[in-house]
């Protein structure tokens, strides 16, 4: 049995194209298991706090499928990768500190008419940056109709329009 298992993915650094195929196959489908492991927050917020995880998972898999680390110690440190994100996700929804600590926090970089450059700088992003966003958000060259621009944390300006 193990001989044909070794026949079938290989062993090492020196696999055919058949065994990296079956490998590729074979992770793809573990990775479908860990990201449901690791639940939707990972790969749906994007913040700097989920992108870790996409990171180091795909940095980790990606050794299982050419032969540079050991199959099942690769599997195993990739599961530890998604419990540790989704023990610290679940401590983070519990302390609010932990949560700022780790996920960061919004911050409202142009309100009142006005750049609020203590934010921008803490955030170090541009006015230009800010009249991308508003350029993309509202298809409009003018900041006359914008009420407020806040970073949120996982890096997107969030436009709020002027109530009319």
């Known amino acids: 049995m193990m001989d044909?298992?070794?026949?079938?993915?290989?062993q090492g650094r020196t696999l055919d194209p058949l065994q990296m195929g079956l490998r590729s196959i074979v992770v793809f489908l573990i990775a479908l298991v860990l990201i449901r492991v690791s639940?939707?927050?990972?790969?749906?917020q994007r913040s700097p706090f989920?992108?870790?995880?996409?990171?180091?998972?795909g940095a980790t898999l990606s050794r299982a499928i050419v032969g540079a680390s050991p199959f099942i110690a690769t599997v195993a440190a990739s599961f530890a990768i998604v419990v540790c994100h989704r023990l610290l996700a679940w401590a983070c929804m519990r302390s609010?500190?932990?949560?700022?600590?780790?996920?960061?926090?919004?911050?409202?970089?142009f309100s009142n008419g006005a750049f609020n450059a203590?934010?921008?700088?803490?955030?170090l992003i541009t006015p230009t940056d800010v009249?991308?966003?508003?350029?993309?958000k509202t298809g409009s060259r003018s900041m006359d109709d914008v009420a407020a621009a806040i970073l949120e944390r996982n890096g997107?300006?969030?436009?709020?329009?002027?109530?009319?």
């Open 96 to 109: 609010p500190v932990l949560e700022r600590l780790v996920g960061g926090v919004e911050r409202e970089v």
């Open 39 to 44: 639940g939707r927050r990972s790969f749906g």
């Open 4 to 10: 044909a298992i070794y026949l079938l993915f290989g």
């Open 131 to 136: 009249h991308e966003s508003v350029r993309q």
């Open 156 to 164: 997107e300006v969030s436009v709020i329009r002027k109530k009319v």
């Open 50 to 57: 989920d992108s870790v995880v996409v990171i180091l998972l």
């Open 118 to 123: 203590r934010e921008m700088d803490a955030a």
